[in-house]
């Protein structure tokens, strides 16, 4: 049912999935982003790379709908997003480094948050789902592969399986976009690595566009697509994985240096 409806709502745009262009962000004075212009094609897999401090999650907050830009434009399968904050949250899920569960819930009720954008609102408040909704949120478990963990409390589980929770969280929702910001840095290399495959796989079978920023560009480059280098503030390199290269390493990481 998730596969069917996520692959059914993809085949609906032949636009790329998301379009940033010329995207500038300020703080008190201080540009955080200036001039982005970047795009992610339906079950394309891009990754964000950059020192701390480039602009990365300014950059993700802004698409997901968390922070208002002060210029250039934001585009959803052809829809012009920009200044719809918090109106995204159907359509861009966003996963978090720090998981972002509730940990005294199961797991299976931290996953069924990602149907909130899609009851009413009493229904929210008391959580009363419908069953497709559960029925739902326990197919985002078994595509991530806890479905046996389903009624335990998120704070038991290890890192890696929280950080499955928040995805399939993300995948109950339906959306068209998932942000990920620095998904793994909180985990140890081998859940690092099994979280990377999982979201190569869902960008490659549910026809979902993921954008990701990472810290480690050997994940990037054994799981992304693409890649692109942000450093202060702005894009340095839009390249393919396969030409992430030396070169484009040093390009990336040396322009933030020099």
């Not at 085949?11 to 010329?22: I, K």
């Given at each position: ?40 094609n ?9 020192p ?41 899920a ?13 797991a ?103 954008i ?47």
């Amino acid at each position: 049912m998730l596969r069917a409806s996520l692959q059914k709502s993809a085949g609906q745009s032949a636009c790329p999935r998301l379009v940033v262009s010329e995207l500038t962000k300020s703080f008190k004075g201080h540009v955080a982003i200036t001039d982005i212009s970047l795009s992610v094609n339906e079950h394309e897999f891009v990754a964000v790379l950059g020192p701390s401090g480039a602009g990365k999650t300014t950059l993700f907050r802004c698409i997901a709908g968390l922070l208002k830009p002060d210029r250039g434009a934001l585009h959803l399968d052809g829809a012009d997003i920009t200044r719809q904050i918090g109106r995204n949250r159907r359509r861009i899920a966003f996963v978090f480094q720090q998981f972002n569960l509730v940990s005294r819930l199961t797991a299976l009720e931290n996953v069924l948050a990602g149907r909130l954008g899609h009851i009413s609102m009493w229904r929210g408040c008391l959580r009363r789902f419908e069953r497709s909704d559960r029925l739902l949120a326990l197919e985002s478990l078994d595509r991530v592969g806890l479905l046996a963990s389903a009624m335990q409390r998120a704070d038991t589980l290890s890192g890696g399986q929280q950080q499955r929770v928040a995805i399939a969280r993300a995948l109950a929702q339906q959306p068209r976009l998932i942000v990920a910001d620095e998904p793994v840095a909180s985990l140890d290399p081998n859940s690092a690595g099994s979280v990377m495959a999982l979201l190569q796989q869902i960008a490659r079978s549910e026809g979902v566009a993921i954008i990701c920023s990472l810290h480690q560009p050997h994940f990037a480059q054994s799981y992304a697509d693409r890649i692109f280098g942000l450093s202060r503030g702005r894009v340095v390199l839009d390249v393919s994985t396969a030409a992430f290269d030396q070169t484009a390493y040093e390009q990336l990481y040396q322009t933030y240096n020099g």
